[in-house]
């Protein structure tokens, strides 16, 4: 059953209505509430401060304000989506103060201030003006209850992708998932810690624009993950439920077995962990010791220059060879793996532009996107 919510009153020489459409409403689910406030007695110039009072049985934001500004003739038009928090009734409650004053005070306070609108003067610290808090009825919604163990409330996709499913041992794997949809969602992580793998990652990227169509929300993660071993991604799974089609339905991504393959030790540097200790059991003792303090010495005085020489000439050799990885690369994913194993926040908006190529099928040049890499 569909159907609108209206409240109208009259009170302190004010009307206000409040309208909400497609009643019932389950919890976490958007109610879009409308608040119309009019000035009925017109003798005075009258001010509006309005808003929701702030609760743990719901959460709300405001998407829309209207002014009518005209002295002796004020409206305020609002627009809030609202989330109850709970089952229920649920009571919406209210905020508002009423400023009083008169033509003579307004006057006297334009030739201090160029401000000519009654949101400025509510606000006005030099203007002459009587407050009065107004004590406004709640709202009274019935909430349906939702399903037991949801996870959400909305309609939501969930899409990932994992770069591959064999890699040698420490060399990461990379897992890019999206999370998108309409409804209310907060930060969330999804795959633990564990010892079987090290798992890197950052904050979740978060775009939540509140319309008058609900919440749309956006969270994207990006994991890379290493081990020295065979391993495997516990399974995501959530339960969401859409208070449109009034169905529960999954958001997955399957566990992900990931297969390690062994390096080679004579690949490894440092093969040994300590060098071998000095002997001084010898009759020649002092000579071997007195070698040792002037072979310290030397090193002291020789080698720093000379490994600061060589660190100059590594970091320039790397340097050299990413600038020529990524101006050999053919294609935005193959960019977009190269920069995100470098682990660099100066990279972070060309990540960005070529997350959104890769996997919102977005149309940016891979020259524009190199180009902005020059510059960084």
């Known amino acids: 059953m569909v159907y609108a919510q209206d409240v109208h009153y009259l009170s302190n020489g004010i009307r206000y209505t409040f309208h909400v459409d497609n009643q019932p409403h389950y919890k976490h689910e958007a109610i879009l509430l409308d608040v119309n406030i009019t000035q009925e007695e017109h003798s005075p110039v009258m001010l509006f401060k309005f808003t929701l009072q702030k609760s743990k049985n719901y959460s709300f934001h405001q998407i829309k ?55 400025g003067l509510f606000q006005a610290n030099g203007l002459t003006k009587e407050d009065t808090k107004i004590e406004l009825n709640p709202l009274t919604l019935n909430i349906k209850a939702i399903p037991h163990a949801t996870d959400m409330v909305g309609d939501f996709k969930l899409t990932y992708h994992l770069d591959k499913n064999s890699t040698d041992a420490y060399d990461p794997v990379h897992l890019h998932v999206l999370l998108k949809g309409n409804g209310n969602l907060l930060p969330m992580k999804l795959i633990p810690q564990s ?78 962990d300590t060098p071998s200790s000095l002997s001084t059991n010898s009759d020649a003792s002092w000579f071997w010791i007195f070698l040792s303090y002037v072979a310290v010495f030397m090193a002291g005085y020789l080698l720093p220059r000379n490994l600061w020489r060589r660190k100059i000439v590594l970091k320039k050799s790397q340097a050299e060879h990413l600038t020529n990885r ?45 180009k902005m890499l020059k510059s960084t």
Not at 71 to 97: A, D, R, T, W
Not at 231 to 242: H, R, S, Y
């Open 65 to 119: 304000f209207k002014e009518n500004s005209t002295y002796h003739h004020l409206k305020h038009y609002y627009q809030y989506l609202v989330y109850p928090n709970q089952e229920g009734n649920c009571s919406i409650q209210f905020e508002m103060i009423k400023s009083i004053t008169n033509d003579n005070k307004v006057a006297a306070y334009a030739m201090l201030d160029t401000r000519d609108n009654v949101n």
């Open 326 to 370: 990524i101006k050999n690369a053919q294609t935005h994913k193959e960019l977009l793996q190269l920069l995100v194993v470098q682990n660099s926040s100066k990279y972070h908006e060309a990540i960005n532009h070529l997350e959104e190529v890769v996997y919102n099928n977005q149309k940016i040049p891979l020259e524009k996107i190199k």
């Open 195 to 272: 010892d079987h793998y090290h798992l890197f990652t950052q904050e979740p990227k978060v775009k939540i624009v509140h319309t008058i169509k609900g919440t749309q929300t956006d969270i994207m993660w990006d994991y890379a993950i290493s081990a020295k071993e065979n391993f495997t991604l516990p399974k995501i799974l959530f339960k969401a439920f859409n208070p449109k089609t009034q169905k529960l339905y999954e958001l997955k991504i399957p566990a992900q077995t990931i297969t390690v393959h062994q390096i080679e030790k004579t690949t490894l540097l440092d093969k040994e």
